[in-house]
């Protein structure tokens, strides 16, 4: 699992502003950062450094037409980081399911021989 790419993924989902930009650009399957500052009610420094933090974590994706920077939303990035963690949270549940969580603190605590 790449932890690091799996924490910005989620980190960036963890704001509100960017959920709301996820949804209105979902909604009308491509937009311009110009159409996301009329409807955000935000300065474009600000959208833009969650634009960014989206970006970075590889759920918008973005193509040039014209003077316009059309971004939408990688779906798949998305969908791809529960499941990549619910998989890993199966996987070693049911390994340490085979585990004695007490046996091991036992072991742990007796006392190192003289």
């Known amino acids: 699992m790449d932890h690091r790419r799996l924490a910005r993924v989620h980190g960036a989902l963890a704001n509100e502003v960017r959920l709301q930009i996820i949804e209105l650009i979902s909604a009308h399957s491509e937009m ?6 009329d409807q955000l009610a935000m300065s474009q420094a600000n959208l833009s450094r969650h634009v960014g933090v989206l970006r ?13 920077v ?38 742990r605590c007796e006392p190192a021989p003289v």
């Open 32 to 37: 311009c950062v110009c159409e996301l500052v």
């Open 56 to 68: 970075d974590a590889g759920i918008l994706r973005d193509r040039k037409v014209g003077t316009w």
């Open 70 to 107: 059309l971004l939408r939303v990688d779906e798949d990035a998305i969908a791809a980081a529960p499941g990549e963690l619910l998989e890993v949270v199966r996987r070693n549940h049911q390994d340490s399911s085979r585990e004695d969580a007490v046996k091991r603190l036992e072991a």
